[in-house]
């Protein structure tokens, strides 16, 4: 049987390789697709969750309601709250502080920047983490202790035997000689510690900043292992007393959080099974993802799958008539129904097995593609490889070769050699045909337009006007410390390189890492208005370099003293100039910027006169709703800037040469700290990373998904034309024109399309506002995403079955008749 | 002279090797006339047809209609032609499947462009005139052969046409069914129509008025009926 099987399907290959081809590629296309985005989803569902006791680990998150601003929750807590957690909840385990930060290693003036954090000596116990030398206990517990990933080893050694090995570590411009005590083992599976390179204990200098001693600050993330997974739940539910019983005070208590902390704070656990996807909605979180992109990634794995099935079984049954005659004769001769059955049957599974093989290869090659196009370390796993594809292959191959087999094999075989004309199915198998059509390409335009829409979306976001003139402009790392004098060199240092316009310093700059925020009152007409505003504090030139868009007012001025931002010690006596952006004149309750100018805010610590309005500035994510701001100005004459961020306009030079000069002015000033003078898009680009990302993944699936239907599309309009052949010669008898056929043939092949596209765009149209409104700015979604999508898809329907059409409509009558 | 058919010739050609399927005929045919083609298979008789209907070019030779040169004609000008003057009835039927009896009929006033309200009247006269109006909502695949042929003559006849061809049009039928066609086709030539028909039976073929013999690709013999 298994010969009579490969001989028969030999025979096809060579007697239909149209036919064999597209059932075979089409297949293999929908199996790669599928296999390679479940490889991805299985990855990012896949997150964290091989973290040893995974179910028991939580980080601590902090939830802040403050006034003016929507309420939500931060990824990170003070590590103040720490030694209060584990004397109030004995449920914890262990527990362990980290804080993300920039360590570099020096070699003779150059440096080398390390994904690095520093942590406690009970980091390793925390998660479970292997080192391949050194012990996991004692690895940090030395003060000059340092672990490296084997990664970061070899990078700075060669090799992985580094243990002891001295390695000259510099943290905000100081250089501290470390021993090397472990070497983390390389992990296999994903989670948010993979990318760690470098890990150092926390110095004792870093316990007396506000971070470990104020509840209202935080710098870092604050993990808990559990004793039991339950403990979550019951944790979480004594927090909000645990805040009030801790973290109140009199409002002189600047480490307090006031009589009723509860009311703008709160801390609740985040379990970090999981977290990749919630994550996606916590602020100043890792790598948050969507899980509704993610499922919508997997979803469409599926239906290239199912297209692909949809397009064998297609094909399948538009062919079967054409073995009727075949199977006649074969039951003449004494075939029974079984046997029959078994042979289709058995050739539908052939063809799925080499599809199958196929479709590995493909994903074998697209995995390293997606990799890369995401930037996760996707890789081919086989052990799910190895029980999906066998799945696939029966379930495509039963599919496909289920209604061949039954219908083929039930035929009668008298009937069949009578009839003068091929058995198709009838109306009913027709219309199946066409259904199957308008679903594939439905969804492949569903696809499309999403596709559309969300590189439309990345696109804008990354053009759109940030409230300030991006190009041209290069921004420093933050120079570290308070240092008045040496923060005038430097800025005088960045106004002396040739090519340079203008040089500033802010507080803030784009994908800023430090923020302070104070709530301020207005004393409005109506009553006190609160509102928590963020901070910025700008020198001299800073108009100059950024270049944003007054409103009202004007911006500060060197020659008006009150302008200038009071000294520490005369805070309370002297109102200072301050600028605010439009969401703060908003959240005022200010008519217009213009009624705003002239008004007194203040925090009961600083008192600030509105001066000037300027437009919103977009210095973090497009997803996330602009801060309302306040800014303040520093002429460096007696009062430093703590962590400042330079900022430099410059004009006539390219941009790779500008920063390279601006580095090494830098360097002339502070040779001790690295620095990185980058450009905008280079700061912004990890908010619009995954979106990116995640819209060349829809683009790789929508070109599968046309694909795939076209081929779809062009078998079924092959098997048309060979069965139509006889009714064009009829229609052309009765006198039908040449462009009379090509019209009613397009238009016949054409239907199932235009009715898929007209399904497909209410669907787009939903999925796409839902997904949309994730964005505080946002594309408009326009008629002309939809336009493309269709016309893009008609276009291509029509170059499919434009070569049949013109070969059938040509056939001259007399022969057209006699072919059967 | 209706019809006018001097030295035509057809020849098929594959890779290696070359039919004649006519050879050097001369036809002429009046308005009004009902001639029956007879001959043994393969003798060109359904090649002959073919030309006259102009669904099959002649490789040289003249053929004239109404003192119209035909085959100097592009592919647009003869679908024109054959919409404005010819009628089929096929062995086969030829009916399209995928349209019901009804549609069917009007599919060859479709292509003339006439106005919905006359293709319907026309169709249904043509239907009544073979007597299959109660089968119009049905397909071909519903219907008896002889149901199927009459349909097929009315799709014929509904472009009121200046000649109908037949081509072994009760071939396919028995013989209750077959005379009735024929009954038909001879009621049509009694009203007017020209009528060529190629026949195996030489009782259908004595219906005609005139018989034409082929052998071989030739006219042999072409005799009047005493009707």
Redesign the interface.
């Known amino acids: 049987m298994l010969a009579t099987i490969l001989k028969s399907v030999v025979r096809q290959i060579r007697r239909h390789p149209l036919y064999v081809g597209l059932n075979v590629f089409g297949l293999a296309l929908g199996i790669g697709v599928f296999l390679t985005l479940a490889l991805l989803v299985r990855y990012e569902y896949g997150f964290n969750a091989a973290l040893p006791d995974v179910d028991r680990l939580v980080r601590v998150d902090t939830r802040w309601s403050l006034p003016g601003t929507a309420p939500g929750e931060y990824a990170g807590s003070t590590f103040h709250a720490l030694s209060f957690l584990r004397e109030d909840f004995p449920e914890i385990e262990t527990a362990a502080r980290l804080e993300n930060t920039g360590l570099s290693t020096v070699r003779e003036g150059n440096f080398t920047a390390f994904v690095s954090g520093l942590t406690d000596p009970s980091f390793f116990r925390v998660f479970g983490l292997k080192l391949l030398h050194g012990a996991p206990d004692e690895a940090l517990a030395r003060p000059d202790g340092l672990v490296l990933s084997e990664r970061a080893a070899i990078r700075l050694f060669g090799t992985t035997d580094v243990m002891g090995r001295t390695v000259p570590v510099n943290r905000d411009g100081v250089t501290v000689n470390h021993t090397v005590t472990g070497v983390l083992a390389r992990k296999t599976t994903p989670d948010f510690l993979s990318d760690i390179e470098m890990l150092a204990p926390f110095a004792s200098s870093d316990l007396t900043r506000s971070c470990f001693v104020a509840w209202g600050s935080d710098c870092g993330r604050l993990y808990l292992k559990l004793r039991r997974p339950g403990d979550i739940v019951s944790v979480n539910a004594r927090m909000r007393d645990f805040v009030i019983r801790h973290a109140a005070g009199a409002d002189s208590d600047a480490n307090a959080l006031g009589m009723h902390p509860e009311k703008v704070f709160g801390l609740s656990l985040a379990p970090l099974r999981g977290a990749r996807f919630r994550d996606f909605h916590v602020l100043y979180a890792d790598d948050g993802v969507d899980r509704t992109v993610i499922n919508s990634i997997g979803l469409m794995g599926l239906l290239a799958l199912a297209l692909a099935c949809a397009n064998a079984i297609n094909l399948a049954t538009a062919r079967a008539g054409l073995r009727a005659r075949e199977v006649a004769i074969r039951k003449t001769l004494g075939a029974s129904r079984k046997v029959l059955f078994v042979q289709f049957m058995g050739e539908a599974m052939l063809v799925a097995v080499i599809a199958g093989v196929l479709g590995l290869a493909l994903c074998e090659i697209l995995v390293p593609e997606v990799a890369s196009l995401t930037g996760e370390a996707l890789v081919v796993r086989y052990g799910l490889v190895g029980v999906l594809l066998p799945l696939i292959v029966v379930a495509c191959g039963f599919a496909s070769g289920v209604y061949p087999s039954m219908v083929l094999s039930g035929y009668r075989p008298a009937a069949v050699l009578a009839a003068?004309?091929m058995p198709s199915g009838g109306?009913g198998a027709?219309r199946l045909r066409d259904a199957l059509v308008t679903g594939q390409f439905g969804i492949a335009v569903t696809i499309v337009i999403c596709m559309l829409v969300i590189n439309h979306q990345t696109d804008f976001m990354r053009t759109a006007d940030p409230g300030y003139v991006r190009s041209g402009l290069l921004i420093g790392s933050a120079m570290p410390g308070n240092d008045l004098a040496a923060q005038r060199r430097m800025l005088d240092a960045l106004r002396a390189v040739p090519g340079v316009v203008a040089a500033g310093f802010g507080e803030l700059a784009p994908s800023p890492d430090n923020k302070t925020r104070s709530t301020y009152t207005y004393d409005g007409p109506s009553g006190p208005v609160h509102v928590h505003l963020l901070q910025d504090i700008v020198s001299t030139s800073y108009f100059e370099v950024y270049r944003p868009r007054l409103l009202a007012g004007r911006w500060f001025d060197t020659a008006r003293g009150l302008d200038d931002m009071p000294a520490r010690d005369e805070t309370r006596t002297r109102t200072a100039g301050a600028v605010l952006n439009a969401s703060a004149v908003s959240r005022f309750g200010f008519a217009s910027p213009a009624e705003a100018l002239g008004k007194v805010i203040g925090t009961g610590g600083i008192t600030a006169r509105i001066i000037g309005v300027i437009d919103d500035v977009r210095f973090e994510s497009p997803r996330q709703a602009i801060y309302p701001e306040i800014i303040f100005f520093d002429t460096l004459s007696k009062r430093p800037f703590v962590d400042p961020i330079p900022a430099v306009r410059f004009q006539g030079v390219v941009e790779s040469d500008m920063a390279r000069r601006l580095n090494r002015a830098w360097a002339g000033v502070l040779p001790d700290v690295a620095s990185d003078f980058s450009a905008v898009d280079a700061r912004m680009a990890a908010y619009y990373s995954g979106d990116e990302r995640r819209g060349r993944i829809f683009t790789l699936g929508a070109v599968a998904a046309l694909l795939i239907a076209c081929m779809g599309l062009y078998g079924l309009a092959a098997f048309a034309a060979a069965r139509r052949v006889?009714?064009i010669?009829?229609?052309?008898?009765?006198?039908?024109?040449?462009r009379?056929i090509v019209t009613l043939l397009l238009g016949d092949f054409l239907r199932p399309v235009v009715v898929a596209c007209l399904l497909a765009c209410p669907i787009a149209w939903v999925v796409m506002r839902r997904w949309l409104a994730g964005f505080d700015e946002r594309i408009a979604l326009t008629p002309a995403h939809f336009l493309i999508a269709v016309a893009g898809a008609v276009a291509i329907a029509i170059l499919t079955v434009l070569g049949q059409t013109f070969h059938l409509a040509r056939a001259?009558?007399?022969r057209a008749?006699r072919a059967e | 002279m209706l019809i006018d058919l001097s030295h035509i010739q057809r020849l098929y050609r594959s890779d290696e090797v070359e039919t004649t399927a006519l050879l050097d005929i001369h036809l002429g045919i009046e308005a009004g006339e009902f001639v029956a083609i007879m001959g043994p298979s393969g003798c060109g008789k359904s090649t002959l047809l073919?030309i006259l209907?102009t669904?099959?070019r002649p490789t040289s030779g003249s053929y004239s209609f109404g003192g119209q040169e035909l085959t100097e004609l592009g592919?647009?000008a003869l679908?024109?032609?054959?919409?404005?003057n010819?009628g089929?009835v096929?062995q086969?039927f030829?009916?399209?499947?995928?349209l019901t009896i009804e549609e069917n009929i009007e599919?060859?006033l479709i292509?003339?462009r006439m106005p919905k309200a006359e293709r319907r009247h026309r169709v249904a006269h043509a239907m009544d005139h073979v007597g299959i109006a109660h089968r119009a909502r049905h397909y071909p695949s519903q219907l008896s052969g002889g149901q199927q042929q009459r349909a097929a003559i009315a799709?014929a006849i509904v472009g009121e046409p200046r000649l109908i061809l037949a081509d072994e049009p009760t071939g396919n039928l028995d013989t209750e069914n077959g005379a009735q066609v024929m009954d038909i086709l001879q009621r049509l030539n009694d009203e007017g129509a020209t009528i060529v028909m190629v026949t195996h039976s030489p009782s259908h073929a004595d219906l005609a008025k005139r018989r034409v013999d082929m052998l071989d690709g030739q006219v042999v013999i072409s005799v009047r009926n005493a009707i």
């Open positions: 003068a004309r109306r027709a006889h009714e010669g009829i229609r052309k008898t009765l006198g039908a024109t040449g009379q001259e009558p007399a008749l | 073919n209907g669904i099959d592919e647009a679908a024109a032609f054959r919409r404005e010819l089929y096929f086969s030829n009916l399209i499947d995928e599919l060859a292509y003339r799709r």
